[in-house]
């Protein structure tokens, strides 16, 4: 699925929000974690059985209000071969349950391997006699430090697939001015170069709505960033991280949008994890999932006051 | 283990190599596709049966004339849970057979996701009343893009578990440059600014022969940059890929090396994948494992008489 329809499910829910699934133990009710205990032992697939129940529920309690899912790969990778597993399935859920699946996995490599991780993530692999997928995300997040060698086969798939992926341009941790920030001999700034790299590269893959196959990450903790290149990469869908827990507002990231303040702004999804899937932990008694709808419909709400008016 | 017991493996068997583990149904011996397939047809499972057969020959076939092998994770994940774990036991198996073990993943994220990261591919993952190990690797590549935030966490790791990283500093495939050549606005280019902030950020790292528990990836494509590179990153042990295949000869890395020419030439491992463990479809009939262990050897007397003298 193109950019085209992430905006109608953005449009129709006027929810530019992303679920972040990031589990950790700490996050996850007892009470799951008990269960998947009882179930498997202290083990990786009791570890992995609790992710999948908590996320499936995650999804079950956010599908009709939010458009789109971010699964952070790292967490279940640390489970092994049963994280991936279960990281398999809820990205199937969350298709089922009609959200746009984006996976958080920073790949990136010279150009056989790039098209390695690309078959995997969005793509299918032929095998002898036989066509797989090992999962079925919509998009996925590609590290550029290699230069376009790396995004190309993650674009040919994309294509190919009817896919995005979304490329690392400002993130929004607190070093990532060490690289991203350095200013060019000729004046302008890495990450603005990058920006720039990643428009032009894309451009012919522009759907309908006028945006590429390629998006960028742009931090929400830095404001002025997000202005800045809004203006210079007009047909770019931004993936914003950092709302919530890394200390970003909804006001924060207006500038991310395409014509913010007009009722139909577009071309920018705000990522929210902790703040939305932690915050059973916040709210006293009741049931967590009606804590973390909440969460998400609090933040849909701050959104369509600071974006859509 | 430390960069100092990869140097030992290296100096002891006069072998300054790493096998690269890069399977594709390519390179693999139509017997063992064959085996897998009439045992779980064909599906994920049946690959990666005959990707750990294969790497597990491989390693059998020259444990005991090269000192290390590089796992890339890409055409691993590309099977999709079946996949890794088949990578996890070829880790393993590499482990016991006493070769250092380096896992291609290229990965980097903001501090805490970056931190289950190490700990999925480096360390241990403590749940509820045990604690698991999904992986056994001595080191793992890291992509520098989100600064030092990014690195931390693994550099920790790696301290805390005696391992090592290796960070991407300058790429081996052709488009490295359009980012890691940039001229800053001081003249530096962006891979030497990010050589010496992994030189300096892990300086109170070092081990007995002076190298640092963070490596760097320096390509053998551009030999010129090995030099000055070696010069620039004293402590820095360094992971040297593109010979072979991709087009590099021994003589273009001996620049790689402190005191190449010395007889005790140290801190470089030189990667080759298809060269060696593809050897055999260039080599008329036999056993493809002797056709593998005679690439690893020739290799090894090329790399001898180009660094050690």
């Not at 997928?133 to 790396?150: I, R």
């Not at 190309?152 to 690392?168: G, N, Q």
């Not at 931004?238 to 949008?257: E, K, N, R």
Request: glycine content about 10%; hydrophobic content about 45%.
């Amino acid at each position: 699925m193109s950019f085209d329809i992430l905006q109608e499910k953005i449009s129709r829910l006027r929810s530019p929000i992303c679920v972040g699934l990031d589990p950790t133990d700490a996050l996850i009710p007892q009470e799951l974690l008990d269960a998947a205990i009882s179930r498997h032992g202290f083990s990786e697939k009791a570890l992995s059985a609790a992710y999948l129940q908590f996320c499936k529920a995650i999804i079950a309690s956010t599908a009709d209000i939010v458009p789109a899912v971010k699964i952070q790969s790292a967490y279940f990778e640390r489970l092994g071969p049963a994280g991936v597993s279960a990281m398999k399935a809820i990205g199937d859920e969350a298709k089922a349950a009609g959200m746009y699946v984006i996976c958080d996995a920073k790949r990136g490599d010279i150009g056989p391997t790039s098209a390695a991780y690309a078959e995997a993530l969005l793509g299918s692999v032929k095998l002898g006699g036989v066509t797989t997928a090992p999962y079925s995300f919509d998009s996925a997040t590609v590290n550029p430090y290699l230069g376009t060698d790396c995004l190309k086969p993650f674009l040919e798939v994309a294509v190919r697939e009817d896919k995005t992926i979304f490329v690392l341009v400002k993130t929004s941790n607190p070093s990532s001015g060490e690289l991203q920030d350095l200013e060019l001999s000729g004046g302008e700034l890495v990450y603005e170069k990058m920006g720039r790299l990643i428009e032009d590269f894309a451009a012919e893959t522009a759907g309908a709505a006028g945006f590429t196959r390629a998006g960028a990450v742009i931090g929400a903790t830095y404001p002025e960033v997000l202005a800045k290149m809004r203006r210079q990469m007009p047909k770019t869908f931004f993936l914003v991280p950092g709302v919530g827990a890394q200390g970003a507002t909804a006001s924060d990231v207006a500038a991310a949008f395409r014509g913010a303040g007009s009722g139909t702004a577009s071309g920018a999804i705000i990522n929210s994890s902790r703040g939305i899937i932690g915050a059973w932990k916040t709210a006293p008694g009741g049931d967590w999932k009606d804590a973390v709808r909440a969460a998400a419909r609090e933040l849909t709400e701050q959104l369509r006051a600071a974006v859509f008016i």
